[in-house]
């Protein structure tokens, strides 16, 4: 299990950008598979991206797709989640996650960080 801090939220405009990371415990992408959470207020938590242990897998939530990348480096243990063209929607409290391969659960999350996005 990880202990993940998030960092890189705040607040933009319409259309701006901006990069979260995720740092974590060093060592740590090389296990986990790792992701990106949010939940806006009143809303479920709502998957975002995923990024494989190796790297060479990523997923993202449809509403995401094109505007959001999710990367990591390994040497600074820290993923990231670039954000660009973000929209009011966007505006939510983002967390990363951490999964053990083979796992169905992600086992491991920091306390997220809040994103803004005014119109």
């Known amino acids: 299990q990880a202990q993940l801090v998030e960092s890189g939220g705040g607040l933009v405009q319409a259309g701006g950008s901006l990069r979260l990371s995720c740092a974590a415990p060093?060592?740590?992408?090389?296990?986990?598979?790792m992701a990106w959470f949010r939940q806006a207020p009143g809303q479920e938590r709502e998957l975002v991206a995923v990024?494989?242990?190796?790297?060479?897998?990523?997923y993202y939530a449809d509403a995401v797709k094109g505007r959001f990348t999710i990367s990591k480096d390994n040497r600074r243990s820290s993923t990231y989640l670039q954000m660009n063209s973000l929209k009011p929607e966007d505006t939510a409290v983002y967390y990363c996650?951490?999964?053990?391969?083979?796992?169905?659960?992600?086992?491991?999350w920091g306390q997220g960080t809040q994103v803004t996005v005014s119109s």
């Open positions: 996650a951490a999964r053990a391969r083979g796992a169905s659960t992600y086992s491991s």
């Open positions: 990024i494989s242990q190796n790297g060479y897998t990523t």
């Open positions: 060093r060592r740590t992408l090389d296990m986990y598979d």
